[in-house]
């Protein structure tokens, strides 16, 4: 809708752009191209982590000039991870047009909290564009992070899948922060919450370097808790997030393990592969290949909390934590705890515990959100707003 009307939204306004590779229209042309061509007055680009075109894999990306258009371009995973005023001034309007992946891990959402809380300080209004929830709006899985493990990598009160745009997520972390930022979301027509990516009609653009795909997001609210491991979750290969093993791990035995669980929606295959980066580079290692045969059946923390107790079990003398990474990702250090002290199905009993937590979180959201369910069990689709090609 914004770009079908002009830019009605931004006339007239000094307007910064968060984005990156991700914000693209339906046919690929980059949103800032777009917005210029309707007369958005752009006057400088915020890039979240891995930077503007998603090449960075530090700790510490810089700011700079993009190329392309010739905007300063002011990283947000540098320095500071919160605008300054400096790098505010004489801006009327923060846009925001980011494709999230639908995992609390990933930390376009704690950007989007940063830029709103800084916005609530020095004035400039937020704008989100609202794009697809590509694991889908109808599931919500895992814990609601408590508040001692608050961190970058989990920065919202929300459970681990928590089923929500990032636009609402925007609305619902106003409120639940207090902040006094303008915030307004123009959501899109047509999508469903029932919806997964394939069934959006949208190009996949990778909005980090390791979502290789759908299937990469359907996988990630689980495996990502093998970062907090001393198993190589795949970085370094053609499939991060979806390979995880060690040198240690005989594979036949691990997938035979797992698969013995009848995890559902999900299969597992023994292989080796050596990754070129980050845990394991340059060493052979036995491990699986994870499989999503049910996308709707499929349970991913449920699944990779499974995968850790299974490896813990297995393989103890070669078994290590990263506990500060592990109970930030999780948010919590019951994982952590209980799998130590080999409690039986851990990924079984710690689910049963956390719905609970999740009835409290969906009544707690419910005024936040943009597109509502089905009565029926399917969505009914939004009739105004913007279209899934926002940008």
């Known amino acids: 809708m914004l770009l079908r009307e002009e830019g009605r939204h931004l006339r007239g306004k000094r307007v910064g752009l968060l984005t990156n590779q991700s914000g693209v229209t339906a046919d690929l042309q980059r949103n800032i191209e777009a917005l210029r061509a309707v007369g958005v007055d752009l006057r400088c680009l915020y890039s979240?982590?891995?930077?503007?075109?998603?090449?960075?894999?530090?700790?510490?990306?810089?700011?700079?000039?993009?190329?392309?258009?010739?905007?300063?371009?002011?990283?947000?995973?540098?320095?500071?991870r919160e605008p300054t005023a400096e790098i505010l001034a004489d801006i009327d309007v923060i846009l925001v047009d980011l494709q999230d992946i639908g995992t609390r891990y990933y930390t376009l959402l704690s950007t989007v909290g940063y830029v709103m809380r800084a916005a609530s300080e020095h004035g400039p209004s937020v704008l989100v564009l609202d794009r697809p929830n590509p694991i889908g709006g109808m599931l919500r899985e895992g814990n609601v992070l408590e508040p001692r493990f608050r961190s970058f990598v989990g920065w919202a009160s929300v459970p681990v899948r928590h089923g929500l745009t990032l636009g609402e997520l925007a609305r619902f972390t106003k409120a639940e922060e207090g902040l006094r930022c303008d915030l307004e979301v123009i959501p899109m027509e047509g999508w469903k919450r029932s919806m997964f990516w394939g069934e959006t009609g949208l190009p996949w653009v990778p909005p980090s370097p390791n979502a290789t795909g759908p299937e990469m997001a359907l996988l990630y609210p689980g495996t990502c808790l093998v970062e907090g491991t001393n198993l190589s979750e795949g970085r370094g290969t053609a499939f991060p997030f979806a390979w995880v093993g060690a040198p240690w791990i005989d594979p036949g035995t691990f997938a035979g393990a797992?698969?013995?669980?009848?995890?559902?929606?999900?299969?597992?295959?023994?292989?080796?592969?050596?990754?070129t980066a980050s845990k394991h580079a340059g060493a052979r290692c036995g491990g699986v290949a994870l499989h999503v045969t049910d996308p709707l059946q499929f349970r991913p923390v449920q699944s990779g909390i499974a995968l850790l107790e299974t490896a813990h079990r297995l393989w103890p003398q070669h078994w290590q934590w990263r506990a500060d990474m592990m109970d930030r990702l999780i948010g919590t250090d019951s994982v952590r705890l209980s799998i130590d002290q080999n409690e039986p199905f851990v990924h079984q009993s710690l689910s049963e515990l956390w719905e609970a937590e999740r009835a409290v979180f969906a009544h707690r959201v419910k005024p936040y959100g943009l597109y509502p369910e089905d009565p029926c069990g399917g969505t009914t689709a939004v009739l105004e707003g913007d279209s899934q090609q926002n940008g």
């Open 48 to 80: 979240p982590e891995h930077g503007l075109y998603g090449e960075w894999t530090r700790e510490d990306v810089p700011s700079g000039t993009d190329p392309i258009s010739g905007l300063p371009v002011w990283s947000l995973y540098g320095p500071t």
């Open 258 to 275: 797992l698969n013995a669980l009848a995890l559902p929606g999900l299969r597992a295959r023994p292989i080796f592969f050596i990754p």
